[in-house]
């Protein structure tokens, strides 16, 4: 006769965390640890760049405090978001005495975020972190919603975990040191965020998006607030992305995501997105979703930013072999749901809106659909 024991793990559990942001938010993170502490000792995890430019000062000011701080630097740059990396910064942590009772802090840009993330979600089993994004794109998108991960050599973001943030503070003044195209890079995710949810953010883009490139700081905020606020809303509703909802913060990213693996990575994250959006604008226009002169709208952003508007040389003669265009069409079906044999795609049905498209967020795209969008940005 069997037995049967349940383990009740019923729970609700209430994992809200603040976004801080403003001027001079960073000097007063150590303060507020003092205040409201989230271990015994902080690991403070930069990568070689931004742990120069700030990490030790950060050290200074914890441990001014009398906080037990460690800075623990990496290479900067994607190719660091490595199990041996990932693996080296443990023991590290490990060496230094951490204990379960310690915290990550991830101070940088994206691949800060995603690696330090992925260290405190598996750290002992996990330990809590916050993010203090530096980079453009880390302030409006990387930092929030709590997918923390490594790449593997087979393809970005395939080890990770959900693992949410207890705060994060964003200083706008560390966009001052940003290198420019990061910063432009960064605008990409905010164009994206008013084309699938906030037209007044996409029209704020529209009117003052250089005025961001310029460092406008107070412009920047706003724009920063709103991004933000599109992804918490996502997040909210969705945040393992159950519902379907969650997708719709990949608009341009399908095809963007394969013209970033085609380059090796050496196109930046932005730049890829921005050219999956005219792509997928133009086969959101083709399938009858949206009008015309809104594809237009978005690309004139895009356009006035800076963004090219086409692949860049190198990279489009390779996707115009037919060995480049199979990879091409290869990375695009690798991961990603296929509904009836069609590779599933957000699309837009007017400038802050997604289409819905039989009760789902996404719409299924034939392959002569997405060569359609790829002559868009093909020279
Ligand atoms: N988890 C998510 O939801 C999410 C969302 C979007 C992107 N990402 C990930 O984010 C990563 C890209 O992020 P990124 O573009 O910030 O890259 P990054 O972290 O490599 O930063 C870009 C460069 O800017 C430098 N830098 C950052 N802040 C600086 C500052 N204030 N002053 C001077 N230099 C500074 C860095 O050292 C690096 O060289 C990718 O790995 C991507 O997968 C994650
Ligand atoms: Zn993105």
Not at 232 to 246: K, N, P, S, Y
Not at 276 to 297: N, Y
Request: with cysteine; net charge positive; aromatic share 8%.
């Amino acid at each position: 006769m069997d037995e049967r024991i349940i383990v009740r793990l019923k729970r609700y559990q209430d994992d809200s965390y603040p976004l801080i942001i403003g001027e001079r938010v960073f000097p007063r993170i150590a303060e507020e640890l003092t205040r409201n502490p989230l271990g015994d000792s902080y690991a403070i995890i930069a990568d070689s760049n931004v742990a120069r430019l700030y990490g030790e000062n950060f050290k200074r000011m914890m441990r001014d405090k009398n906080l037990r701080a460690f800075l623990l630097s990496f290479p900067a740059g994607e190719k660091s978001k490595t199990v041996k990396v990932w693996q080296s910064l443990i023991e590290k942590m490990l060496k230094s005495g951490l204990g379960r009772d310690s915290c990550v802090i991830a101070l940088g840009g994206g691949v800060t975020g995603d690696l330090a993330g992925f260290v405190s979600a598996s750290y002992l089993r996990g330990i809590p972190f916050i993010q203090v994004p530096t980079s453009l794109l880390a302030m409006l998108d990387a930092s929030i919603g709590g997918k923390v991960g490594i790449d593997l050599p087979s393809g970005k973001n395939l080890i990770g975990a959900f693992f949410q943030p207890k705060a994060v503070y964003i200083d706008l003044t560390f966009l001052e040191t940003l290198p420019k195209i990061h910063l432009l890079n960064g605008m990409a995710e905010a164009v994206k965020s008013g084309l699938i949810a906030d037209r007044a953010l996409f029209a704020m883009i529209e009117k003052k998006g250089n005025e961001c490139l310029k460092l406008n700081l107070e412009i920047l905020r706003k724009v920063i607030k709103r991004a933000l606020l599109v992804k918490a809303g996502v997040v909210e509703q969705d945040e393992m992305e159950t519902l379907g909802l969650r997708k719709i913060l990949n608009y341009g990213h399908t095809i963007g995501h394969s013209l970033e693996a085609l380059s090796g990575y050496q196109l930046l994250h932005g730049f890829a997105v921005s050219l999956g959006m005219r792509a997928s604008a133009r086969i959101s226009v083709e399938m009858g979703f949206l009008k015309e002169i809104d594809a237009q709208r978005q690309n004139k952003v895009l356009d006035s930013l800076g963004f090219p508007g086409k692949i860049p040389g190198r990279l489009c003669k390779i996707i115009k072999t037919s060995s480049g265009k199979t990879r091409f069409f290869d990375y695009l079906t690798q991961d990603k749901k296929v509904r009836s044999g069609q590779l599933e795609m957000v699309l837009l049905s007017e400038i802050g809106r997604v289409k819905r498209f039989d009760n789902s967020w996404t719409v299924p795209v034939s392959k002569q659909m997405i060569e359609m969008g790829l002559k868009e940005i093909l020279e």
